[in-house]
């Protein structure tokens, strides 16, 4: 059974203060990781896929990286308008169906 | 990606009834899906509408209480029946654009359903 551990539940940022999020997996095959952010009242916004070890994607102050067990969203000198909740989510070979992590809260003050 | 809308956005709704939810897409996809989001936990998969075809409910999920209905390529609807305090959350729609099998999801605004 494919799972997805995202920590920490909540971070609290000073505007331009850099940190990191993680989303450990655990899968059978990974086929692709997904992350998504998601506003109050908003459905999930979708913002990078990663297939493989070692894959990096960048938009604006974000930045995702994946190794065999984990991928990380770091965040480079946040602002307030980058809170929001992170959610991580995994597909493994042979389902459709991804397996969503309970996401991180993050809120950035200014 | 794709344009998805969601009605109602939100329902205050009695014990007993039922609401039907709607979800409309800008393009044509070969299968939705309809998700449950309850506060602090992760999005759970209540089922899987291709058109044409009867919905696939995932474990703990029956046709009877989350009738799903998939007229066409675009357009899907989740009814909640016989509601019940419990039944309160955060109901989402999803599509998968691309192929591949290995798309992102994307989703609508979801509908925040409140029972009393």
């Known amino acids: 059974e494919d799972q997805v551990t995202q920590s920490p539940e909540a971070l609290r940022l000073q505007e331009g203060e850099s940190s990191s999020l993680n989303c450990s997996y655990t899968v059978s095959g990974l086929r692709g990781l997904f992350w998504y952010r998601q506003d109050p009242g908003k459905g999930p916004e979708f913002l990078f896929t990663l297939y493989s070890a070692g894959e990096e994607k960048e938009k604006e102050r974000l930045k995702a990286t994946l190794t065999k067990k984990e991928s990380f969203l770091h965040i480079t000198a946040p602002k307030p308008e980058d809170s929001a909740t992170y959610l991580c989510a995994v597909r493994s070979g042979g389902s459709y169906i991804p397996t969503f992590g309970r996401g991180t809260s993050l809120i950035v003050h200014p | 990606s794709a344009v998805i809308s969601q009605k109602p956005s939100r329902d205050i709704c009695q014990r007993g009834t039922s609401l039907t939810i709607q979800c409309q897409v800008d393009s044509q996809v070969t299968m939705m899906f309809w998700y449950r989001q309850q506060p602090g936990q992760s999005l759970t998969l209540i089922a899987t509408?291709?058109?044409?075809?009867?919905?696939?409910?995932e474990s703990g999920f029956v046709i009877d209480k989350f009738p799903i209905s998939r007229p066409n390529l675009t357009f899907s609807t989740l009814t909640v029946s016989n509601m019940s305090p419990e039944d309160s959350s955060i109901y989402l729609c999803s599509v998968e654009v691309g192929v591949g099998g290995n798309q992102p999801q994307h989703f609508g605004d979801g509908t925040r359903l409140s029972i009393l």
């Open positions: 509408a291709n058109q044409g075809s009867e919905a696939t409910y």
